[in-house]
C-alpha cells in the first residue's frame, strides 16, 4: 500500500501564496513522476504541474511563472510554491505520483486532495 498525504490548502487572497506538500509513505521501491492536478466544480481534472525523479519539471501554460514545483527525494516529498494566485486558481489540488512497489509492481496513485480557494 502506498499513501499520499497532501497539506497546505486553504482560502488566501487574489495575489497571495500558498504552499502545497504531498508525501509519500509506504511499499515504496522507487518514485518516478510526481505531479499536482486540480479539478474545479463542473471541470475535469487537469495537470497543473509534475516533475520527474531527476527534478526535470513541466506546467501547465496557465501557471508557468507563478507555480514552482520542487521535490526533495529523501524524503520523498514535492512542494508546490503558488504565486500571484488568481480566483481561476480556486480547485481542489491533487497530488499524483508513479510509484514502483518492492515487487516491482507499478501503481498510479493520487492523494486525497486539498482545497485551494482563492478570493477577488
Known amino acids: 500500500q502506498v499513501r499520499l498525504v497532501e497539506s497546505g490548502g486553504g482560502l488566501v487572497q487574489a495575489g497571495g501564496s500558498l504552499r502545497l506538500s504531498c508525501t509519500a509513505s509506504?511499499?515504496?521501491?522507487?518514485?518516478?513522476?510526481m505531479g499536482w492536478y486540480r479539478q474545479a466544480p463542473e471541470k475535469q481534472r487537469e495537470l497543473v504541474a509534475s516533475?520527474?525523479?531527476?527534478?526535470?519539471?513541466t506546467y501547465a501554460d496557465s501557471v508557468k511563472g507563478r507555480f514552482t514545483l520542487s521535490r526533495d527525494n529523501a524524503e520523498n516529498t514535492v512542494y508546490l510554491q503558488m504565486n500571484s494566485l488568481k480566483p481561476e486558481d480556486t480547485a481542489v489540488y491533487y497530488c499524483?505520483?508513479?510509484?514502483?512497489?518492492?515487487?516491482?509492481?507499478?501503481?498510479?496513485?493520487w492523494g486525497q486532495g486539498t482545497q485551494v480557494t482563492v478570493s477577488s
Open positions: 499524483n505520483a508513479d510509484v514502483i512497489q518492492p515487487n516491482w509492481r507499478r501503481s498510479d496513485c
Open positions: 509506504g511499499s515504496i521501491r522507487r518514485l518516478n513522476v
Open positions: 516533475i520527474s525523479s531527476g527534478g526535470t519539471t
